[in-house]
């Protein structure tokens, strides 16, 4: 019997889609073992860091830096026409932004749809 490896498990990939609507289907690949209790808690930090007794463009600086730290940590990919860079996430509307990973959150929750395209 070969011997388990949590390295093997850590190459697991999976793949969420994300309507944005007028058959636009952004197919986002993820490595849902790179969400881990580690990454939960700095992300909890960062997200608690930008609410307390911080300026307003403070708390939104924290939050995008967040949200784009979570996304380069958990994606490996997407169909996208767009190069994945952490320039490109900061350069989209914080509405894509947050669909995104809002996506990719459900999906390692069991919570999405089955890609679609």
Known sequence: MAQFSFAKV?????TVAVDFGDDNI?????????????????????????GDGAQAP??????????????????????A???FSRDFLLD???AHL?????????DQAGEASAPTG
Not at 10 to 14: F, G, K, P, V
Not at 32 to 41: E, G, V, Y
Not at 98 to 106: F, N, T
């Open 10 to 14: 850590a190459l697991n990939r999976a």
């Open 26 to 50: 952004l197919h986002v690949d993820y490595s849902p073992d790179r969400l881990t209790s580690k990454f939960a808690l700095e992300m909890t930090a960062l997200n608690s860091a930008a």
């Open 58 to 79: 403070d708390k939104a600086e924290a939050s995008i830096n967040s949200a784009v730290d979570a996304l380069m940590q958990l994606v490996t990919g997407w169909d």
């Open 81 to 83: 026409e767009e190069a």
């Open 92 to 94: 989209l509307p914080m």
């Open 98 to 106: 947050s669909k995104i990973l809002s996506a990719v959150m459900a």
